[in-house]
């Protein structure tokens, strides 16, 4: 049995791509476009995990990443909690993590950027 998460994320990809391009002051037309280079999982739309084209996109456009370099590499588990339940666009590769929204940042600072039980948090 999966288990579900009362915490309900704001953004899918469609959304979060369509007040990308109002933000960016971009047409509709270019949404199939932007959505591509966006994504690293066009399958999930609830996964917010950027590609790398996707990271580089947001880094170009300024808007604004808070990394964090994690100790280890996240095991099978912590990915899939990141993808289920994040929600925020971010990036996450290795030993790095970047976030791109504030309010999850500052709660990560606040458990001392420990990913992990951040995670195992929004599980509950």
Partial sequence: MVKQSHYKKRFTQKNYTR???E???WSIG???ELYKILW???VVE???RLSVSG???MNK???RGYEFKLNTPLDARSQILLQRYFPSPFFYFTKTFIVYEEKEASMLILMDS???TYLRNLEE
Wanted: cysteine-free; charged content about 20%.
């Fill in 46 to 48: 609830e996964s917010l």
């Fill in 61 to 63: 456009n300024n808007i």
């Fill in 30 to 32: 270019r949404y199939s």
């Fill in 40 to 42: 690293e999982n066009q």
């Fill in 19 to 21: 007040t990308l391009l």
């Fill in 55 to 57: 990271m580089s996109f």
């Fill in 23 to 25: 933000l960016l002051g």
């Fill in 114 to 116: 420990d990913l992990r």
